[in-house]
């Protein structure tokens, strides 16, 4: 049995090796290329992978997609859910109904009762959270109108799996009665029960997961941090999506479904960033294995049995998803580049289809055999999106242009300074400007074109290209230069451009920004001393002016800003440690800030008479300091 496993991990894992950086080098996603491996290594190939062991790896590799979806529930806090909520139900809700209407009505022409049409129309109006979102994280498209778009409906399909997997025990009712009440599958500790009975638990195990992620899994995870051991964390990150998997699987639900719902409650988790960075590289070796199972799932006999039928169904489910997606598109006012993208992106069925199709076939609301069929049209549909996706960038859109996601190679930079700036936005270009009237120049990276061509036609010389890449800093000077000032808006990409400077270039002095407190405990736990929260000066600027409004001088007031901008800097380094144990961080946060005030306060009185500081307070001061702070 050991030696199986060690096969069978080698097979997978030199299948994935070999295909993926293949399909890169073709300008392929990686998905196509997992795709594509697991057709090698499948049974209708090269036969590395049985039917029966490639069913079992699937349902392992699941939990990739788990994972996932409990990811996408953490980063879902309600304020941003409240500002997707006309793109979630209208675009999201509008899809899903008719799609699921027309093609319904398609399932009862093809000969299909209603139960049976009812259930396939709802399954095939689902597209894929998997392909979709990594296929547009690869390609830097998730924030363009086609990325937010396509976010809202996968977010909106994920919601909906609750209200159909309530309603497929309904469909059953009648196939179970004319069964004896038997044979779902056994799977289910709900197997046997009256449909509305499974409907009302299916109900109550959502209440359950939300209860419990609410009131139960903060203060377990406030216990755990208390250990100060990352590894116990980590399994306790685990334990959470595993254990909420297995409770859903038990009452005959989606584990998909009830860690995405787990994840939206614990998203304003003090706990939430470190469990995004414990469980997403095993987010992505499980969706990678899945792709995998998924191309040595589909069934080439099947396909072969009856080619005409299969590639028809694909073709007309694709065809009528992709109407109604290009026609929604346009009534939301996508461009017609980034309606292309949409629409072709989320044409195909989902991965959610396996998990309802094979619980239609242990509800017996369709034969096995009918079950195959959708089972192989939703592989090959998967299968086709990655490569739609590919024949509408290179052959589509050029003839369209792609105006929200420029398409162009990095700069080759001409110019190497002592400074490096990365990421020239509203901050960074602040940085740059003061730097100049001060005569030090530097080297300026950003990654938005139209950014770029505008600064350009400012008068500064920017150059385009991802700063995380080695290869541009290395062209930039980073092996030469002094100091890299770090202006990103992105906290991810923030820490991968440290992670890549402290491994190549650990010379080189980084000063970086951070957009909150937050972000700046992470990134002094990566080793970084000169870290800048963004509103932390503009704040104590604004405190400072208050204080002069009331009539203090400015000198005094100035140099209490300055005070409390050190007294907080400190209690920066000295609660960063504490932040993963909630109680202890607010009690020594509420005592740091105590203390602070009590500094300040012997500050003021260590003050000069008031009336004898004048000198700051003459019009040539006043406006040479307020001009400098600008």
């Known amino acids: ?67 996932m979806l409990f990811l996408i529930g953490l980063e879902l806090e309600p304020e941003k859910f409240w500002r997707m909520r006309k793109m979630v139900f209208g675009l999201g809700l509008s899809q899903v109904l008719i799609t699921a209407a027309i093609l319904f009505g398609m399932a009862l022409l093809w000969g299909l009762g209603w139960r ?90 959502v209440g359950v997961i939300i209860l419990a992620g609410r009131y139960l899994m903060g203060p377990f995870l406030r216990l755990i941090a208390k250990t100060r051991l990352r590894e116990i964390f980590t399994a306790s990150a685990l334990l959470i999506v595993v ?70 169904i694909v073709l007309a489910v694709m065809v009528v998803k992709g109407l109604i997606l290009f026609i929604l598109g346009r009534v939301f006012k996508l461009s017609l580049d980034q309606n292309l993208l949409f629409t072709l992106g989320l044409a195909q069925v989902g991965e959610f289809g396996f998990v309802l199709f094979t619980f239609i076939e242990d509800l017996h609301i369709l034969p096995a055999d009918e079950v195959g069929t959708a089972m192989a049209v939703i592989a090959i549909s998967m299968t086709l999106t990655p490569l739609l996706m590919l024949v509408n960038e290179h052959f589509i859109q050029p003839y369209f242009g792609t105006t929200e996601e420029a398409q162009r190679p990095a700069d080759t930079v001409e110019d190497q300074h002592p400074v490096i700036i990365a990421g020239f936005a509203h901050f960074g270009s602040t940085v740059g400007r003061f730097l100049r009237a001060n005569g030090v120049e530097a080297t300026i990276l950003d990654n938005d074109s139209d950014r770029v061509d505008l600064l350009r036609s400012l008068g500064f010389k920017v150059y385009y290209g991802d700063a995380t890449r080695v290869d541009l800093l290395r062209s930039a000077g980073a092996e030469n230069a002094r100091i890299l000032v770090s202006a990103i808006d992105e906290p991810s990409v923030t820490q991968e451009l440290v992670e890549n400077v402290q491994k190549h270039f650990p010379h080189l002095q980084l000063m970086v920004r951070a957009k909150n407190r937050y972000e700046a405990y992470d990134l002094l736990d990566m080793g970084l001393d000169d870290v800048y929260r963004e509103s932390l000066d503009t704040s104590v600027r604004l405190g400072v002016d208050v204080l002069r409004k009331l009539g203090h001088r400015t000198y005094s007031a100035t140099r209490l800003g300055q005070n409390f901008l050190k007294y907080d800097e400190a209690a920066l380094r000295q609660l960063a440690p504490e932040r993963h144990d909630y109680e202890n961080y607010i009690q020594q946060a509420r005592q740091s800030i105590a203390y602070q005030e009590q500094l300040l306060q012997c500050d003021m009185d260590r003050m000069p008479d008031p009336s004898s500081d004048h000198a700051w307070d003459s019009e040539p001061m006043r406006a040479a300091v307020e001009s400098g702070e600008d």
């Open 1 to 67: 049995m050991e030696g199986d496993i060690l096969t069978g991990a080698v097979v997978y894992l030199a299948a994935a090796v070999l295909c993926v950086p293949v399909a890169k080098r073709l300008g392929l996603s990686s998905v196509l290329g997992y795709l594509i491996a697991g057709m090698i290594i499948g049974p209708f190939a090269l036969g590395f992978v049985g039917r029966a062991e490639g069913a079992e790896v699937m349902h392992v590799a699941e939990f990739g997609v788990v994972m």
């Open 116 to 205: 049976g049409g009812l259930a396939v129309g709802l399954a095939f109006a689902l597209s894929s959270t998997a392909i979709v979102l990594q296929t547009l994280k690869e390609k830097n498209q998730l924030n363009t109108s086609a990325g937010q778009s396509s976010f809202a409906v996968l977010l909106f399909q994920d919601i909906a799996v609750i209200p159909i997997l309530a309603l497929l025990p309904l469909l059953a009712v009648e196939a179970a009665t004319h069964d004896g009440g038997g044979g779902h599958g056994g799977e289910s500790l709900l197997s046997g029960l009256p449909g509305w009975l499974q409907t009302l638990a299916v109900l109550g195990s």
């Open 243 to 312: 254990a909420i998997a297995y409770l859903m699987q038990q009452v005959g639900l989606s584990p998909a479904l009830g860690t995405f719902l787990g994840g939206v409650v614990l998203a304003n988790s003090p706990y939430r960033h470190e469990l995004e960075s414990d469980l997403d590289p095993f987010k992505g070796l499980l969706l990678g294995l899945f792709f995998i199972a998924v191309g040595a799932s589909i069934n080439f006999e099947l396909i072969l049995g009856k080619p005409v039928t299969i590639l028809a």
